[in-house]
C-alpha cells in the first residue's frame, strides 16, 4: 500500500513564504486562505532570543480529525491517505475546523478582491483563478490542502515541495521503509506535530537543533 | 505567542445550542408537572408545547449558520463518528415526539388528554430523548479535543443545567403571563431557586476545570478579564443568575402576594434568565481557543482558527 507522506526539515527553511506563494498559484485560493501557511516562533529574550519558521500545511492525517466529526460524509480519505472534501456533500457547518487541530480547514463566503481599491469588477487573472477555484472548490463549504493530487497524478511534485528554494520540503511514501522520507525520518529523528490529539499525520518535521 | 480565540461559530450556533436546551428543558420540565398531579395539567401543557417548537427555530438558527444549506438534509448521514449527526437524529426524534406529544394534547384533538397512561409512556420516552438533547449540546463542543475550554466533561453538565433552569424559566415565564395558580408557581420558582444555585456551582467547577493546559487557561482569562468579560459578568453572572435568583428568592420568601407588581418582576427576571442562558453559550463558545502546535521548545498559535 501506498500512503503519502510529507517531510519539512525545520533546519533548511528559512522562512522565505516561497511555499505559500506558489501554493496560492496553484491552487488559485481567495484571499485570506493559505494551504501552506508559515508560522513564525519565537523563545527566550535578547541576547538569547531564538526564531524558528514552522510552514504547515494539511497533515493528511492516518486518524482525521476532521473526518470523524464530519456529519456529512463529505470529508473522505483516499487509498493513499489523502483526505479530501466533496464539496457537493458538504453543508458548511465548520465543525471540521474546530476539530482540526492544526488549522489547516478553511471556509470562503465568497470571493473577494484581492485589491479593495481596485474597481469591482476583477482584473483578468483574478477572474481565471476565481473560475478554477469554483471549478475544484466553492464558497460556504470546507476546502484544504490536498497535497496538489492532481500533479501528483501526472507523475509531479505538489507545487510547494518543487518551489521550495532550501529544498526543506519532501513527499513520498510513508508505508515504504526505504522510500527518501522513511529513511528521513528514521535517521533525523523526525517529528509530529501534536502527536497527542491521536490524529497520526503524516507529516513530519525534522528539528533544527 | 498570543493564543486566539475561534471565530467560526458565533451568535448563531450559540442561539441554536441555548433554544435546543431551552426547549429540552422546558418539555423535561412539563413532564416533571404532568407526574405531579392534579392542578398541574397547565404548566404541564405549557412545558410539552415549549419543547418542539423552541428546538425547531434553534435548528432554524443552526441552518442559517450554514455555509452550504442546501446540504442541511444531509446533516445525519454519519451518525457513527460525528456529534452533529448524531445530535441531528437526537434532536429530530425529539422533535417528533414532542410535536405529537403536544398536538395530540391540545384543543380540537385532546386525545391524550383522556389516554393518559398513553400521554405518560411518550412523556417518559419524549423526557429521554430531551436530556439527550439537552446532554448533545455540551458533548458538541466536547468532541473538539484541540479546544480544551469546551473539551471536558463539565461542558455537558453545565448546558444541561442551564437548559433545566432556563426551561422552567420559560414556563414560568408563560405561566405567569396566561396567569397560573400561585401555588404551582412558586413550587416552579423554588424548583429554579435549586436550578440557579446548582449552576453557580457548576460554572464554578468548570471554571476551575480550566487550570490543566495553557489554551484552557487563555480561555478562562478572556472570558473572566478578556473580550468576552462583559458578557460573562453582566450576561451570565448578573443578568442571567443574579437577577432571577433575587427576584425568585423574594417573591418566594419575602410572601408578595400575587399582586400585578411581583407578576410583573417574575416575567422580567425569566426574561433576563433566558437572556443569560443565550450569553452562557456565547460566552463558552468565543472563549474556545486551539491548542497551539509545538515543535522542540517553539510553540505557535494558529493564526487562522
Known amino acids: ?209 | 505567542m498570543i493564543l486566539k480565540a475561534q471565530s467560526k461559530w458565533g451568535w448563531l450556533i450559540a442561539a441554536y445550542l441555548f433554544l435546543a436546551g431551552m426547549g429540552a428543558g422546558a418539555y423535561v420540565a412539563g413532564i416533571v408537572a404532568d407526574w405531579a398531579g392534579q392542578g398541574w395539567s397547565t404548566i404541564a401543557q405549557i412545558g410539552v408545547c415549549l419543547g418542539f417548537p423552541s428546538v425547531l427555530i434553534g435548528c432554524g438558527f443552526l441552518i442559517l449558520d450554514l455555509g452550504s444549506p442546501k446540504n442541511f438534509w444531509r446533516a445525519a448521514m454519519k451518525p457513527g463518528t460525528s456529534w452533529i449527526a448524531r445530535g441531528t437524529l437526537i434532536i429530530s426524534i425529539f422533535m417528533i415526539l414532542g410535536a405529537i406529544h403536544a398536538g395530540l394534547w391540545l384543543w380540537p384533538f385532546n386525545f391524550l388528554g383522556e389516554a393518559s397512561s398513553l400521554r405518560h409512556a411518550l412523556g417518559i420516552l419524549g423526557a429521554i430523548f430531551a436530556c439527550g438533547t439537552m446532554i448533545y449540546t455540551g458533548i458538541l463542543l466536547g468532541a473538539s479535543r484541540p479546544i480544551a475550554f469546551w473539551s471536558t466533561a463539565m461542558l455537558p453538565l453545565l448546558f444541561t443545567v442551564s437548559a433545566l433552569s432556563t426551561g422552567v424559566m420559560a414556563v414560568i415565564l408563560i405561566a405567569s403571563i396566561t396567569g397560573s395558580p400561585k401555588e404551582q408557581m412558586l413550587t416552579l420558582n423554588r424548583t429554579d431557586i435549586l436550578l440557579i444555585l446548582l449552576e453557580f456551582f457548576v460554572l464554578g467547577l468548570y471554571l476551575q476545570a480550566t487550570h490543566r493546559v495553557p489554551e484552557s487557561r487563555a480561555s478562562a482569562r478572556l472570558v473572566l478579564m478578556g473580550s468576552a468579560a462583559p458578557l460573562f459578568w453582566l450576561g451570565v453572572v448578573v443578568i442571567g443568575l443574579l437577577v432571577p435568583l433575587g427576584v425568585e428568592v423574594f417573591s418566594t420568601f419575602a410572601g408578595a402576594e400575587s399582586h400585578t407588581g411581583s407578576v410583573l418582576a417574575i416575567i422580567i427576571a425569566s426574561i433576563c434568565g433566558l437572556f443569560g442562558g443565550l450569553s452562557l453559550r456565547q460566552v463558552v463558545l468565543s472563549g474556545g481557543i486551539h491548542a497551539p502546535l509545538r515543535a522542540g521548545r517553539f510553540e505557535y498559535a494558529l493564526t487562522n482558527p
Open chain 1, 1 to 209: 500500500m501506498m500512503r503519502y507522506g510529507f517531510v519539512i526539515d525545520l533546519k533548511r527553511c528559512y522562512g522565505c513564504y516561497s511555499c505559500s506563494i506558489v501554493c496560492k498559484a496553484a491552487n488559485h485560493t481567495p484571499r485570506g486562505i493559505d494551504f501552506a501557511k508559515c508560522l513564525q516562533g519565537e523563545i527566550g529574550v535578547y541576547p538569547a532570543a531564538l526564531r524558528q519558521m514552522l510552514p504547515t500545511l494539511c497533515m493528511q492525517c492516518a486518524e482525521p480529525a476532521c473526518k470523524t466529526v464530519c456529519p456529512t460524509g463529505a470529508t473522505q480519505q483516499d487509498e493513499d491517505g489523502i483526505v479530501t472534501v466533496d464539496k457537493n456533500l458538504c453543508m458548511g457547518c465548520k465543525y471540521c475546523m474546530m476539530a482540526c487541530p492544526y488549522g489547516q480547514r478553511h471556509t470562503v463566503p465568497e470571493w473577494v478582491n484581492y485589491y479593495p481599491e481596485a474597481p469591482a469588477e476583477l482584473d483578468p487573472y483574478q477572474a481565471y483563478a476565481k473560475m478554477k477555484w469554483e471549478e475544484r472548490n466553492g464558497y460556504g463549504i470546507a476546502t484544504k490542502c490536498d497535497f496538489c493530487r492532481d500533479r501528483l497524478k501526472q507523475g509531479k511534485k505538489p507545487a510547494c515541495v518543487e518551489a521550495c528554494p532550501a529544498k526543506a520540503r519532501y513527499i513520498g511514501d510513508l508505508d515504504d521503509p526505504e522510500s527518501e522520507i522513511s529513511i528521513l525520518i528514521r535517521r533525523e529523528r523526525g517529528f509530529q506535530l501534536n502527536p497527542e490529539f491521536g490524529t497520526e499525520p503524516s507529516v513530519y518535521y525534522l528539528p533544527a537543533r
